[in-house]
């Protein structure tokens, strides 16, 4: 019955975040460091070249919740509103990960987790799981030769790791939806369907999707047909690029972005998660009016709303015009189920 009572308070969550205006968002990164190696990432760039991240490794839990609480008070997090635990880096490299959704449940917040599953997160025997809305898998392929060439991790580990915390969180009480985000490339299109068969087993969504360049400097590099010849020869053996070259017959001055908060490990708001350039510090700003602002008046945005529409990236979807959507599946109502009875 407990279980049942949590599953009950958990969809009441849900729902006022579905009723949340979608084109706002707040993201903390509890975590200053990734340990992948992905190509077309600013972030695995820095790994390949071994350069060292200067953020600090991760967010104490004072820190954390200090952040939330000036977030909730200047009205940057509002009820309903989803707060993402993720930006540039991997969350499960927390040693502290389950004390940070305690206090996450604590202040009444909705969260949001993105991960490589290249590592299990520790969580505590109480830990509780009903304040997590969703938990993204990203994934580059479903063979050892695609991990080889983007995350550079043990494909059979990753599977294990997965199918652990799918059933791990389960087992706490997560009632959301496991989505695997896998990222299609030239190399990996025969691997879909068995990736999406593993996906339906487990009862988890998969969502696949074109990978892209994840760099805004190296993006408008190839819009302008400026990218240096190694790296675009890279991009045109491994992406599909062709999607990202279309411009909309107008100017564009805003896009939904602008409306986000993305506050990195040091306390410092970043521009977007297409480019981590920090634009100060969270306590310069008072009101979501005076980021926005900054924002509209920042060189970084009118130089990638000059050459690139971002709400391209609404339309990346593997198979058509459209994301895949979080369908209730049979196999995710039965989990849900499970999990409720438990």
Known sequence: MTQFLKALAATKRFWDYRKAPKNRGVAIEITGTCNAKCYYCQVGQDNLNHVKSMKKPYLSIDDFRETVRYLKAHEFLKKGDRLVLYAWNEPFLHPEFSEIIKMGREEDCLMSLSTNASVRPKLSDDFDAT??????????????????????????????????????????GFFGFFVIRFHVYQFNVHEIEPARRWARSLGVCFEPYYAFINDARRMQQYLRGELPGEYLMNVSKDLFMERYLYRPNRQLHTCDMMNNVMVDSDGFVMCCCLDGTRMGRLTDFKTPEQLLEARRNSEICKKCLAILDPHIFEHIGFGGRGQFKHGLTFSYLYQFLKTCFL
Request: proline residues 2%.
């Open 131 to 172: 304040c997590i809305g969703n938990i993204s898998l990203s994934m580059p392929g479903f063979s050892q030769a695609s991990y080889d060439k983007i995350h550079q991790f043990d494909f059979e580990r990753i599977k294990s790791n997965v199918e652990w915390m799918v059933k791990a969180f389960r087992e706490h």
